[in-house]
């Protein structure tokens, strides 16, 4: 039931692993490429059975305090069949191309109905472009639309292996500036606009994705900058801008993560609405994410 994620009703799958370490990451259990392990405290009863099963010394109990030793798990599962009120889960398993599918068939009605499809995110899918591609040829042959939403910095060669089969990609261009976009995000924005050159070329509908992120890119002659880089390129259908938000607090605090924009305040949609009215002179395909799919 994912509505933002391209057009209808899609299912999203979520990819494991990120070349990318973005501060206002929305999805830090997808950053490794291992499960990860999440304790959600308040579901916590302190039963102890986890701590008892687990042959890495992960759970400890201090004055009855639950702590965990994140950085010790082996990803075994063991503690989370014990943990009777769910308080614990590994995000992220290993399943073949054929039963991924599968699962992603399941929904056909509703893709159906809707104008949907299948949307693959992450994390990063392209990090596992092989596998990826082999799903999407098996969603293809009963006519599956699909879309990839990609960071974009992978060698152009994981594009290549999915582009027979991809719909749409929903691509992302974070900050113009490459000193900038390492800053913001572990890694400059050289390879993203290279490959979003190539992508023009191969023809292939892009959604273009900014994260507006408070005191980073929000400045109207940064998104300006942005708007001039998409100019040229007829391929892309519409720009959308996803206002930062700061929901994923509690998931950085189950995995055992700070989270690196505490101070960071979310913009409100008067803003949002500003600044995409103004984008709209330079670059009339200028969404919000709150506006309809195309
Ligand atoms: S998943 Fe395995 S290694 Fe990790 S905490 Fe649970 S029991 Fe320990
Ligand atoms: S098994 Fe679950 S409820 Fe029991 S102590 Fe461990 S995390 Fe808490």
């Known amino acids: 039931m994912s509505v ?14 990120c070349p990318l370490r973005c ?18 405290e308040k579901l ?13 010394g992960v759970h400890g109990f201090e004055n009855g305090i639950h702590r965990l030793h994140h950085s010790a798990c082996a990803n075994c599962g063991a503690c989370i069949a014990e943990c009777l009120t ?58 599956v639309h699909i879309a990839v939403d990609t960071c974009g910095a992978v060698p152009w060669s994981a594009f290549e292996d999915v582009l027979p089969y991809a719909d749409l990609f929903l691509y992302d261009i974070k900050h113009p500036d ?24 191969s023809g292939a509908p892009v959604e273009i994705r900014t994260p507006v992120i408070p005191g980073y890119n929000d400045a109207e002659e940064t998104l300006l900058q942005i708007a001039a880089i998409l100019k040229p390129y007829g391929n892309i259908t519409c720009w959308r801008l996803l206002p930062y938000h700061s929901m994923a607090k509690g998931k950085y ?34 969404k919000l994410s709150s506006d309809e799919t195309n």
Request: with cysteine.
């Open 4 to 17: 933002h994620d391209g057009p209808g009703i899609r299912t999203t799958l979520f990819l494991k692993g």
């Open 178 to 201: 490459p000193e900038m976009h390492k800053k913001g995000t572990g890694a400059g924005n050289e390879r993203i606009l290279e490959n979003l050159r190539r992508l023009h070329e």
């Open 44 to 56: 916590c009863v302190g039963c102890g059975a986890c701590a008892a099963v687990c042959p890495h």
């Open 86 to 143: 769910g308080a614990l889960k590994l995000y992220g398993r290993t399943a073949t191309a054929e039963e991924t599918a599968q699962l992603l068939l399941e929904d056909t009605d509703f893709y159906r109905q809707s104008g949907g499809g299948v949307t693959f995110s992450g994390g990063e899918p392209l990090l596992q472009s092989a596998f990826l591609r082999e799903v999407m040829r098996l969603l293809k042959a009963h006519d």
């Open 253 to 286: 605090q189950a995995l055992g993560m700070d989270y690196p924009m505490p101070e960071t305040e979310m913009p409100d949609n008067t803003r949002m609405r500003a600044l995409q009215q103004k984008l709209a002179a330079v670059c009339p395909i200028v």
């Open 23 to 40: 501060l206002w990451c929305h999805n830090p259990e997808n950053l490794r490429t291992e499960p990860s392990l999440s304790y959600t």
